[in-house]
């Protein structure tokens, strides 16, 4: 059975001793911080803020914070491999399964409309990082709008600032569904404002589902049902037309002016940077809907650090990861495909049975081709099937050992870039050089000087016998 909310994915996380509940009173403008970090860096727990100074909601952070917790999300078990849940996303996602449409649930046991809604009354105020301009509300907050041409939804993750009690900052990169949403809004029905809710705390798989990169139709609420095996139960909202889940902590409903822009950050970026003060949208609140005591779900943005990982990284990256491999699947010879988390989603590596000339050359365009996620790798890195796309270690020795800088680097430059790309100064962030690395073996180099590559040393035979027999040596490894 899938979760029906967040708690009940929390109560399994602490069960599974994945999840920690910090009692002591914590100062959101700082320990929130400085605790999340650290948890990161050590791969540690999701942890619950129980007592916020200054507040009396619930902080929760860190939910999809490693693999097993995304594992867990998924209702795998815990101990399975980054590639098994990488193939059993793309089995669900073959599938999406419609929502199923409610009357009301948990999300609206309080319903706050007009001057009753107040941001600073069910936000703690945490500042994320140190440099961060305000508090951002939207970290891990997921905004929903509508497609007015084809009627379909789409659910996203944007940041979001606070600015008054009633309103927030909202960027919308270009390549998102939200912006692409405002600028046909903006085309239908100039001068008004467009509706957008914002979904908080909802049950795990809606979250992984809008962290990645679907095609509409369907919308991620259908995905969403994929992942969790059975239908999303969603309710209308109060004050317009957009459907959300029932089960979430908190909603937010308002509306926003395609042309309305205000300053927005600097703020932390997943990149490990900060990203600096840039011109957003403007999101207007008309109403709030919550449960009784809601629990607010944020996320601290940052560079994987230690032995950790970033849980916006395996929300987003990894939806990204699992966008490209359902493509490239369906391409002959291609066996794996990662894009690291410690990469900021810029790196592609992908394995392949080599079957023809010019193979490696085929997958790099037709990764950097695709409308979804072409503009937002940076570099792919073609190795031979028998190298771990997973193992940065067997991925730096194929690039040490079988690349030649004259023959197997691609550069193709002047493309659509990243703006948080800080390898680009400010005035050049609109564009970036695609860069192609062909760490295969040049077979095909040795076949036309009548020779063959030196093979393999590995011996996978004998190390299968040893394993086999490993109690007979006396050997803890």
């Not at 010879?333 to 079957?355: E, M």
Request: hydrophobic letters at 40%; one cysteine or more; charged letters at 25%.
């Amino acid at each position: 059975m899938a979760y029906k909310d967040l708690r009940e994915f929390i109560a399994l996380l602490e069960k599974e001793g994945l999840l920690a509940r910090v009692k002591a009173e914590v100062d959101p403008e700082w320990e929130i911080n400085g605790v999340t970090k650290n948890l990161q860096e050590a791969a540690g727990p999701a942890v619950l803020f129980e007592n916020v100074k200054g507040h009396n909601v619930s902080i929760v952070c860190g939910i999809i914070g490693t693999p097993k917790h995304l594992a867990l999300a998924l209702e795998m078990d815990a101990s399975v491999s980054e590639k098994e849940i990488t193939e059993e996303w793309i089995r669900r996602t073959e599938h999406p399964i419609p929502p199923k449409l409610v009357k009301t649930g948990p999300c609206k046991e309080k319903i706050l409309v007009g001057g009753k809604a107040d941001l600073n009354a069910i936000f703690p105020p945490v500042k994320w990082h140190k440099e961060d301009r305000a508090p951002f509300i939207g970290t891990l907050g997921l905004q929903v709008t509508r497609d007015p041409e084809t009627g379909v939804q789409n659910t996203g993750i944007y940041r979001m600032m606070v600015r008054t009690k009633n309103e927030t900052s909202l960027l919308m990169c270009p390549h998102t569904h939200g912006l692409q949403h405002l600028q046909r809004w903006q085309r239908s029905y100039p001068g008004k404002p467009m509706p957008v809710a914002v979904v908080f705390g909802p049950e795990p798989c809606y979250l992984l589902a809008a962290g990645a990169r679907f095609r509409h139709p369907p919308a991620e609420d259908a995905y969403a049902g994929a992942l969790r095996q059975e239908p999303l139960e969603l309710v209308k909202c109060e004050t317009c037309d957009l459907e959300v889940p029932a089960t979430s902590e908190i909603i937010l409903e308002g509306e926003v002016y395609p042309e309305e822009l205000e300053p927005d950050g600097p703020f932390g970026e997943y990149t490990g940077f900060q990203g600096g003060a840039q011109h957003a949208n403007v999101f207007h609140l008309k109403a709030i809907t919550h449960r009784n005591n809601p629990i607010f779900q944020g996320t601290r943005e940052g560079a994987p650090k230690g032995r950790g990982w970033v849980e916006s990284g395996l929300l987003w990256i990894k939806g990204e990861e699992y966008l490209l491999y359902k493509a490239l699947k369906k391409v002959d010879g291609v066996v794996d495909v990662s894009v690291p988390i410690w990469s900021s989603g810029f790196h592609a590596i992908v394995s392949i049975r080599t079957l023809r000339r010019g193979q490696p050359l085929e997958i790099m365009q037709k990764i950097w081709s695709d409308p979804e996620f072409g503009s937002l790798i940076k570099h792919v890195i073609v190795v031979d099937e028998g190298v771990d796309v997973r193992n940065p270690k067997e991925v730096e020795w194929a690039i040490a050992n079988l690349v030649q800088g004259d023959r197997d680097i691609l550069v193709i430059p002047r493309c659509l870039g990243e703006s948080l790309d800080v390898s680009q100064s400010y005035s050049k962030r609109d564009w970036l050089a695609h860069t192609g690395i062909d760490a295969t073996m040049p077979i095909y180099e040795y076949e036309a000087e009548g020779t063959e590559p030196p093979p393999l040393c590995d011996d996978p035979d004998i190390k299968a016998k040893v394993v086999a027999q490993w109690q007979k040596y006396g050997i803890n490894i």
